[in-house]
């Protein structure tokens, strides 16, 4: 039976993929890939002939109806991101609601995202948290962050290593300077970093060392 795979891949280590994400990959009839040139780095490591096709976020609205047409033809395909799970922060709702409509089977795999262990090893309360991915650049910032003032639960976020200080004093002007966070860097990779205090305190540390790599924001909840 013909279905599309969410298949997870590592958000660093390589050695975090799976036994069950490497066989989908392998079996698959057609790989999807957010980024191929990074997607064959990881089925070349593991020597994986299955082909690979483009699908991100500039083509995804024209390429979804092919996709689907594929696989009602009878074929598997397994979508990857370029890194962790497909459908958070990255490409994936759109296909798997279009498959959902046409009733075309879609199985998920449990695998690797930044979130979870950014989380935990935070230090902050991981019972009750809310994930608010990317902020937005530029509209609607300002908004979003208004309406988080209030949030009692631990929020997770994802940024850019360059709007990281931005994001940081923002967080302080509307969550209040002395707010507990945690920033997470390069996450399971060689210089992983876990910088933990104040809002305040993570915008002047990074502010003097400019970080890179992929960046995930923990901050606490308001207290009641």
Known sequence: MSKLILVPTPIGNLKDITFRALEALENADLILAEDTRQASKL???FNI???LQSHHMFNEHKSVESICNKLLSGQTIALVSDAGTPGISDPGFLLVRSCLEKEIAVETLPGPTALIPALVNSGLPSDRFCFEGFLPQKKGRNKRLSGLEEETRTMIFYES???????????SEHFGPEREACVSRELSKIYEE????????LAGYYTDKPPKGEIVIVVSGKKL
């Open 43 to 45: 089925l070349n490591h």
């Open 194 to 201: 876990n910088v933990r205090g104040t809002l305040s305190f």
């Open 49 to 51: 002939k299955t082909p």
């Open 161 to 171: 290593p360059y709007r990281l200080v931005r994001a940081l004093r923002e967080m």
